[in-house]
Structures are given as structure tokens and as C-alpha cells.
């Protein structure tokens, strides 16, 4: 991976600069099916914030309590993660990440848009199954949806035939979208990101545990939203 020059470091961070320096520190080339692993980091990586803003009951029931709010600092840390995930696997498919956020997406700090979730899916299950979910008031139950409707474009698995583009497309408008509400940028998301990569560069980011084949929380939960047919048939 090419390295960026020190006037590069020095002005604002864009997409596809983030893109690269995020591939600096990852180490799922490695494995033999590196999409995969990347796959499975994501899922884990939005299950564990769900089991830090819901509590362990989450994962057991289709009821769905009130979400905690994170802290501004969490939030920016645990969405950069998910950032991290999905500009790897844009990256695997040989895409720049700009292909899929664009300067206004990139810079923004507020959103004036429909937050309704169902306005931000492509598949055709999770839209008429997840709609009334709002990014106001459940950003991370709204941002699980999304990692599961990428996870199944991937697969695939066919609940509405989203394709993969449109899935990524839906991903990083999410994570927008929640770092707006906060009046976060997805570039201060990303900077932040850099930031704590910087500290750990000689770690992997990828969780490499899931090699061992364990479960995905977020595969548990899915399992009960697709225990209810679609409008109750």
C-alpha cells in the first residue's frame, strides 16, 4: 500500500486518503478469504456496541428498550470502527471509497434529511420489516440492520436483492447520518480513527478470533427479526 507523503498528511483528510491509511494497519490480506474476515469483524463490531448501549437481554428477545446514548467520544470511536470495516471491504472490491461518499457526505456536521430508517435500506424485507426504526432515537439498532442487509448482499441471501453497491451505499449514509445527529463530520469520524490506529499500528484491527468460526451476536438477533414474516403473513 502506498504510503502518503507528509504534505499529504498535512491537509484535510478526504475519502479515499483515509481509505489508504486505514489499509496501513490491516492485516486480513493474510487470510485466505479476506472479505470474509472483514464480514465477520463488522458484524462483530456493531454487536458489541449493541451490547454496550441495550445489555446482554438484547440478544434473547425480539422486545426492543429504550437505547443508551453514548458518550460523544464513544460514539466517535465506535463508528470510525465500523468506518474501518466498510472502507476495507470497498477496498477488496478494488473501489475507492469516494465512489460511495461523496464531499457533502464527507464534511457535513448535520442532517436535515428523512432519518427514518426505512428510507436508507434497498432490501425489500428490511424495508417493509424495519421501517419504523429512526436514527434518533436507535442509531445502533438502525446501523445493525444495515451490517445485516450488507452481510446478506454479500452472501447473498435474498430478502429483497440488494446489491452490494447499493448495501455499502446504505452503510456509510448511516454512518453519517449518526455522526450528524451528534453534529459529528464522517471526516472528523475518520480523523479520530487515523488517530487511534496511530496508537496501536502494530496491532491487527481485524478481530482475528473469528477465524475460529465463532458465532456473530448480530446473526443471533437477525435470526429473530427473521422469525417474523413479512406483514405478519
Known sequence: ???????ERSEPLSPDDYQVRAAATAYYQNFKKPLGVLEQGLADEIAEILLEVYGDGYWTTSAEPPERQLSLNDLEGELGDILWYGS???RVYGKNLSTFI???MWQR???TGETS???HVSSRWYKENCYDYNF?????VCLAVLVAQLNDALQPIDLGEASMESALQNLFEGISIAANLRNLSLRQVADSNIAKLAERSRVPHTITHIADGLPSLVERKRSLWLATPINGE
Open 102 to 104: 461523496d464531499t457533502d
Open 117 to 119: 430508517l426505512g428510507e
Open 1 to 7: 500500500m502506498d504510503r502518503l507523503s507528509s504534505r
Open 109 to 111: 456536521q448535520q442532517f
Open 88 to 90: 476495507q471491504i470497498v
Open 136 to 140: 434518533v432515537d436507535r442509531p445502533t
